[in-house]
Nanobody, 122 residues
């Protein structure tokens, strides 16, 4: 079974940093598109960053570009989201997701992990 387990969330002050981890299992990591999404209270879930090792392609939402970095540890089947210069508007539940498509970055990705809460205080 495909499984994704996100962790690393917490409470941080504006300007601080966090690194989220998503440990995956049950699939060939390099064959899947991987992504991080977030959902703020009262808002729809949105894509933050997605990556495809197979295509060598990575994208970021405009709101996080230059502050967040997605990376993967292929040996450990783990995907990370390094978040720097955090802002209160980054607050939300963060999810990792995977899909067998060569590249996909939206809410219809097939596999989802449980979220991890990130709260940025002003």
């Amino acid at each position: 079974d495909v499984q994704l387990q996100a962790s690393g969330g917490g409470l941080v002050q504006t300007g601080g940093s966090l690194r989220l981890s998503c440990v995956t299992s049950g699939f060939i990591f390099d064959d899947y598109a991987i992504g991080w999404f977030r959902q703020a209270p009262g808002k729809e879930r949105e894509g933050v960053s997605c990556s495809s090792s197979k295509l060598g392609r990575t994208i970021y939402s405009s709101s996080v570009k230059g502050r967040f970095t997605i990376s993967t540890d292929n040996a450990g089947n783990t995907v990370y989201l390094q978040m720097n210069d955090l802002k209160p508007e980054d607050t939300g539940v963060y999810y990792c997701a995977a899909d067998k498509a060569d590249f996909l970055c939206n809410n219809v990705m097939e596999y989802w992990g449980k979220g991890t809460q990130v709260t940025v205080s002003s």
